[in-house]
């Protein structure tokens, strides 16, 4: 069954079928969309007393429910100035060190930093032996995603790519999966160095979108990079919103070496909230 799954992504048409359902999700068909999201809380179990808004009718499309905002208050931030936020919910799927410029993806394979980075080894060198993290998010989650330290935008990486499903079978399964999905790469300067965000698209994802820029979509399907502040100076504190899934998918974060450790409460498989502790970061 896990074999069909894997088989059946290779031979779907990925874009296309993300852009169809990019257009249900904006679709402001009022008996449409309150279906598909009262089908969607039940079948998840989506916690709506966490929300902003339990009203389905406060929501424009599915696209406003699944990027909703909670109540004031929902997600407290970890204490300490030097705790490091974890920047969504969902689960940790790998968490450790970067070797030899080599990420763990899943059990017996792992995948190149370079290629992640969309071949930019000079960037790549910045996070040699440091730190990654690769949070799932699955349908139920909240899907606004936020900044673990305060930091300033120095370049956004648009890379092209597959849309793979990114749950726990497929990364099992597909090779170098979260170095050929389309994603996002966001190069941020905190206190401590430079670090970076990674917004990984996958199957049916309708968009991921930035607080700086919008709906991240490029007018070609090639490596697009803006840099900051030459466009204009970005600055997000700690525990701020920094971007958004359209649908689920997962974020990556990468810290280079000696600036942060992970707490060892954490490993695969454990959950995640966003704004608490996931970290320790190492003072310099």
Same mark, same amino acid.
């Given at each position: 069954?896990?074999?069909?799954?894997?088989?059946?992504?290779?031979?779907?048409?990925?874009?296309?079928?993300?852009?169809?359902?990019?257009?249900?999700?904006?679709?402001?068909?009022?008996?449409?969309?309150?279906?598909?999201?009262?089908?969607?809380?039940?079948?998840?179990?989506?916690?709506?007393?966490?929300?902003e808004s339990s009203d389905l009718d406060a929501y424009p499309n599915f696209?406003?429910?699944?990027?909703?905002?909670?109540?004031? =208050?929902?997600?407290?931030? @970890?204490? &300490?100035? #030097?705790?490091? /936020?974890?920047?969504?919910? !969902?689960?940790?799927?790998?968490?450790?060190?970067?070797?030899? =410029?080599?990420?763990?993806? @899943?059990? &017996?394979? #792992?995948?190149? /930093?370079?290629?992640?980075? !969309?071949?930019?080894?000079s960037l790549a060198h910045t996070f040699d032996d440091g730190h990654f993290?690769?949070?799932?998010?699955?349908?139920?989650?909240?899907?606004?995603?936020?900044?673990?330290?305060?930091?300033?935008?120095?370049?956004?990486?648009?890379?092209?790519?597959?849309?793979?499903?990114?749950n726990a079978t497929t990364a099992a399964r597909v090779p170098s999966l979260?170095?050929?999905?389309?994603?996002?790469?966001?190069?941020?300067?905190?206190?401590?160095?430079?670090?970076?965000?990674?917004?990984?698209?996958?199957?049916?994802?309708?968009?991921?979108?930035?607080?700086?820029?919008?709906?991240?979509?490029?007018?070609?399907?090639?490596?697009?990079?803006?840099?900051?502040?030459?466009?204009?100076?970005?600055?997000?504190?700690?525990?701020?919103?920094?971007?958004?899934?359209?649908?689920?998918?997962?974020?990556?974060?990468?810290?280079?070496?000696?600036?942060?450790?992970?707490?060892?409460?954490?490993?695969?498989?454990?959950?995640?909230?966003?704004?608490?502790?996931?970290?320790?970061?190492?003072?310099?």
């Open positions: 069954m896990q074999a069909a799954f894997i088989a059946l992504q290779h031979l779907l048409p990925q874009h296309l079928l993300s852009r169809l359902m990019g257009w249900l999700a904006e679709c402001r068909w009022r008996w449409l969309k309150n279906l598909w999201i009262s089908l969607w809380i039940k079948h998840f179990q989506v916690d709506m007393s966490e929300a696209n406003t429910f699944f990027t909703r905002a909670l109540k004031e =208050g929902a997600r407290p931030l @970890a204490d &300490g100035s #030097d705790a490091l /936020l974890c920047p969504a919910d !969902g689960a940790i799927s790998q968490l450790g060190r970067i070797g030899n =410029g080599r990420i763990f993806q @899943a059990k &017996g394979r #792992d995948y190149s /930093l370079v290629e992640l980075l !969309g071949g930019d080894r993290a690769t949070i799932y998010l699955s349908p139920r989650d909240y899907h606004r995603v936020h900044m673990p330290v305060t930091g300033t935008l120095r370049s956004m990486h648009y890379i092209p790519g597959k849309l793979f499903s990114v979260f170095a050929r999905n389309e994603r996002a790469v966001c190069i941020f300067e905190g206190d401590n160095g430079p670090f970076a965000m990674i917004l990984v698209g996958a199957m049916i994802v309708a968009g991921i979108e930035t607080v700086w820029d919008g709906q991240v979509a490029p007018p070609t399907r090639s490596v697009q990079v803006r840099h900051y502040p030459d466009q204009r100076e970005i600055v997000l504190q700690r525990g701020e919103e920094m971007g958004r899934f359209k649908l689920g998918s997962t974020v990556i974060l990468l810290f280079g070496r000696d600036q942060i450790s992970w707490l060892e409460s954490f490993q695969a498989g454990s959950p995640t909230r966003m704004g608490e502790a996931l970290g320790q970061i190492t003072s310099k």
